[in-house]
Structures are given as structure tokens and as C-alpha cells.
């Protein structure tokens, strides 16, 4: 059974970069797509964006400008980071794998981030 | 972006009894090439990591108990739970992933009346 555990720092400050990591155990990255999505305080689940096994991606329009996924299949981990990140940022993040585009078959328990200062 | 409008946003069953929760999209994301509904449902429990069970907007998730199923075409949809059992109590969620970006609902909190 394929496992997904997302790690980073708890806390970022504004303007600062995120960066996050989701570890797959389990499983390989090969042939999957990944995704990442986000959950802020009281609002509803956003997705951020995917990246195929094979590097390439598609994001979120409203965050395509400062967010850049990645996977590297020697360290079975797959990576999101987000630059110039605002209090707006602040969410549980969540990678996920599927079997095709849009696909969330599975998923991490979810990492939360808060931007403070 | 299509905007995804579940109703109601809170519901209370009793144990046994049958749920139905709606998910409504702004535009179609049926397509009329494979016939098919890019939509699946999510059931978000505290503790526990998000989890799929239905997806092309009526096909059970592997492992997916058969009390819940998935229903609808086009812009309006279904996710019915047949037999509310204890463990279903959670916000389930509505997702469309035929256009990018993929868009969510705002989710139905589902309780014990």
C-alpha cells in the first residue's frame, strides 16, 4: 500500500519562499501523475498544480507565477515550492497521486503551513 | 474556472438512514466525446488523509464500501449514502477535473442527527 507523508517547516514569513516535500513510500514515481493541493483556514480544498512522472506539469493559473513542482525519482519524493508567499498562503498542503490527469486516487496526511512574520 | 456549488452545506441523518448531497458545476463537464463526467467526490475525515471515492462521477473507488454511490450528467450530481454508518460522518467534497484549473466545492457537512 502506497504511502504519501508531506514534510517542511511549519512556519514560513512573507515573502519568503515555501518549500515542501512528499516522501512516497511504497510505490514509485514512475507513470503517475502528482499532485499538490492546498486547504486554507475555513475555505474550501484549491488545487495547486501536478507534475507527471516524467517532469512535466500543468498549475493553477492563479498560482502559476510563483509556484514550480518537481519530482526526482532517485529519492522517491516529489517537491513543491511557492515563492514570494503572503498570509493567504497559510494552509494544510497535500500531495496526492493518481492514475491520470485530475486523478486523486491518494493521498498525504497533509501538511500545515503558516506564514507569519 | 468552473465554480462548484454543493447543497445543502450541512446536513444531519440519522444512523441508517440515507444521505444525498449535491454538487452543481457552473458549466458541463461532461464530455461529449467518451460520454464521460469529470467529477469525483471526496470524503475529508479529521486525522485521516482526504479519500476518494468516486470518481467519473459514478464509478466506486476501489474499496469503496457500495452504500455510497455517485449520479448525474452534465452540471448536476449526486453522492448518496445509502445507510449512514458511524464512520461516515465527515465533509464530503465535489471536484471537476475537466478544465484547469480543477476546481473543488465548498463542502457538505455530513452529522448525526
Known amino acids: 500500500q502506497v504511502q504519501l507523508q508531506e514534510s517542511g517547516p511549519g512556519r514560513v514569513k512573507p515573502s519568503e519562499t515555501l518549500s515542501l516535500t512528499c516522501s512516497v513510500s511504497g510505490g514509485f514515481i514512475n507513470t503517475y501523475y502528482w499532485s499538490w493541493i492546498r486547504q486554507p483556514p475555513g475555505k474550501r480544498l484549491e488545487w495547486i498544480g501536478y507534475?507527471?512522472?516524467?517532469?512535466?506539469?500543468k498549475y493553477n493559473p492563479s498560482l502559476n507565477s510563483r509556484v514550480t513542482l518537481s519530482v526526482d525519482t532517485s529519492k522517491n519524493q516529489v517537491s513543491l515550492t511557492l515563492s514570494s508567499v503572503t498570509v493567504a498562503d497559510t494552509a494544510v498542503y497535500y500531495c496526492s497521486r493518481g492514475y491520470y490527469e485530475g486523478d486523486l486516487g491518494h493521498w498525504g496526511q497533509g501538511a500545515r503551513v503558516t506564514v507569519s512574520s | 474556472d468552473i465554480v462548484m456549488t454543493q447543497s445543502p452545506d450541512s446536513l444531519a441523518v440519522s444512523l441508517g438512514e440515507r444521505a444525498t448531497l449535491n454538487c452543481k458545476s457552473s458549466q458541463s463537464v461532461l464530455d461529449p466525446s467518451n460520454k464521460q463526467n469529470y467529477l469525483s467526490w471526496y470524503q475529508l475525515t479529521p486525522g485521516q488523509p482526504p479519500k476518494l471515492l468516486i470518481h467519473w462521477a459514478s464509478t466506486r473507488q476501489f474499496g469503496v464500501p457500495e452504500r455510497f454511490s455517485g449520479s448525474g450528467s452534465g452540471t448536476d450530481f449526486t453522492l448518496t449514502i445509502s445507510s449512514l454508518q458511524a464512520e461516515d460522518v465527515a465533509v464530503y467534497y465535489c471536484q471537476q477535473y475537466y478544465s484547469i484549473p480543477y476546481t473543488f466545492g465548498q463542502g457538505t457537512r455530513l452529522e448525526f442527527k
Open positions: 507534475v507527471y512522472s516524467s517532469g512535466s506539469t
